[in-house]
């Protein structure tokens, strides 16, 4: 038994697992076990790996858990130091484990890492889903090195040196087993959807550490189960983040910032119906904001135990992300860093 387990999550991902599974393999046999979790497909996925993948470790789950429980009963069945997650829309390069493995292991803070993300489409690109890292503003609103919203950079090596991050893409995210279990791992009622960031959020608030570490490169395709415009997506984005905040938000800030994305929220939602005419999208956002209040009470065991854990309390980056984007013109991670050092030094 490996230290790593590589651990892909298919459902009716064949098409995907047939083009990129050979690379992983193959650039990963020496340093990790190489596990499918099948979500209960319907597609020829299990029937292929038996087949053509023999060597692959297959579990096969009773039903489509999603993406978080899918994980998290995929992972309590493995025995490994580390658990790797991987999309299957992923194609990895060579020693592209290396660099992951050996700063984990040199530093036991470390509860993950990330690669850097381009585009599979338009290599030079960073990839929108984790690009060179994960931020969150003051009020929620995750960023990465790479991508501000809509706005994905060019490559050209500036995010290069490797960074402590908020948050790390569950697109390909290296993790302590021990640590994942430690903080209950992924949210399952989250379904889909922001659930890594949020987990990312409580093991920070224990005091641990997470890092992008550009050195290692990946090439992601994107997009998911869901695409960008439908409106599903639209939903559990804005619900799980809203439940996010409410979770793992200091005491002092929560009401605040829970006022402010009321407003920014419903400014969305008309923004969205009135300007691009997406009466799909608007009611996403509308029902988001009723069912998170709905479901709130079932969150207040979990936001006690989280804050009682609290050791660490830089949370978040102390901007309005919105803000300087519209109205300053932070299109870019490196634009919107220099904004930030200019708000602190007149601070």
């Not at 597609?43 to 790996?49: P, T």
């Not at 060579?94 to 890492?113: E, K, N, R």
């Not at 006690?304 to 609290?310: D, F, K, Y």
Request: glycine share 6%; net charge positive; hydrophobic share 40%.
């Amino acid at each position: 038994m490996k230290k790593v387990a590589v651990v892909i999550l298919n459902w009716n991902g064949a098409k995907m697992l047939r083009q990129y599974l050979p690379q992983v393999l193959e650039y990963s046999r020496e340093e990790a076990d190489v596990y499918v979790a099948d979500n209960a497909s319907t597609d020829d996925s299990v029937d292929m790996l038996k087949t053509s993948f023999p060597e692959v470790k297959l579990i096969i789950l009773e039903r489509n858990w999603g993406f978080a429980e899918g994980y998290n009963k995929a992972l309590a069945q493995i025995d490994a130091e580390y658990y790797l997650l991987l999309n299957s829309d992923i194609e990895v390069t060579p020693h592209w484990l290396t660099p992951l493995i050996s700063f984990m292991d040199a530093h036991p803070q470390v509860a993950a890492c990330q690669p850097k993300l381009l585009s599979i489409f338009e290599r030079d690109k960073f990839e929108y889903a984790g690009a060179c890292g994960g931020y969150l503003d003051r009020y929620g609103y995750p960023y990465c090195r790479g991508r501000i919203f809509d706005v994905v950079e060019q490559d050209k090596g500036q995010y290069d040196e490797p960074a402590m991050i908020h948050w790390a893409t569950g697109a390909a995210l290296l993790v302590r087993s021990y640590i994942y279990k430690e903080v209950g791992g992924l949210d399952a009622r989250f379904f889909a959807h922001q659930e890594e960031i949020e987990m990312c959020w409580r093991m920070r608030i224990r005091g641990y550490h997470l890092y992008c570490l550009p050195e290692s490169v990946v090439y992601h395709v994107g997009g998911g189960t869901l695409p960008k415009s439908n409106p599903m997506k639209t939903y559990l984005n804005f619900r799980n983040n809203l439940t996010m905040l409410y979770k793992c938000l200091p005491q002092n800030d929560l009401r605040r910032v829970m006022t402010v994305r009321w407003f920014l929220d419903y400014l969305a939602a008309f923004q969205t119906l009135l300007l691009k005419r997406n009466w799909g999208d608007f009611k996403a956002i509308y029902r988001a904001r009723r069912d998170f209040k709905r479901w709130k009470k079932d969150f207040v065991n979990d936001r006690q135990q989280i804050q009682q854990g609290r050791v660490a309390h830089d949370d978040y980056t102390p901007v309005m992300l919105l803000w300087q984007y519209y109205a300053h013109g932070c299109h870019t991670f490196e634009k919107l860093t220099k904004a930030i050092r200019g708000d602190r030094a007149r601070l």
